[in-house]
């Protein structure tokens, strides 16, 4: 930033919440009541927490087991413990894909699910 200041802000996909400072996934439950969604919202005015990206609880106006999206139309939501997995963890991304709301994992090159932390065959390329 200009003028050098620290901050913290939530990763992509997630809005800070002023109440309990802390951030949750956009477009699932987070800190709200059942019939509601957590959705990002407008920075206020004279905030001074240095975050940028602020959610909201919004009454869910879509049909029971659909939720908002982006775009303001409602899609089914995906279920299953995959899906619950997905959402839980902070490498979950919540997209649509074929008119529904499920969650994608994404991963960084170089976070790998299976890792190499067994050093398995490394003696053979001299390197221990």
């Not at 002023?18 to 949750?24: F, L, S, V």
């Not at 240095?50 to 899609?75: A, P, Q, S, T």
């Not at 839980?88 to 709301?101: A, F, L, Q």
């Not at 976070?111 to 003696?123: M, S």
Request: hydrophobic share 25%.
């Amino acid at each position: 930033n200009k003028r050098g200041v620290g901050f913290c802000d939530c990763d992509e996909g997630f809005s800070h919440n002023i109440q309990d400072d802390k951030c949750y996934k956009e477009h699932t439950q987070g800190p709200c009541k059942e019939e509601q969604t957590w959705l990002r919202r407008r920075t206020p005015k004279n905030h001074k927490t240095g975050h940028k990206v602020f959610g909201k609880c919004k009454i869910n106006k879509c049909k029971e087991g659909e939720v908002e999206w982006k775009d303001r139309k409602c899609y089914k939501v995906d279920s299953g413990d995959m899906f619950d997995m997905c959402v839980e963890n902070d490498h979950g991304e919540m997209v649509i894909e074929e008119e529904m709301m499920t969650c994608r994992m994404m991963m960084e090159e170089e976070l790998l699910p299976w890792g190499l932390g067994d050093h398995a065959g490394v003696e053979e390329l001299g390197v221990l």
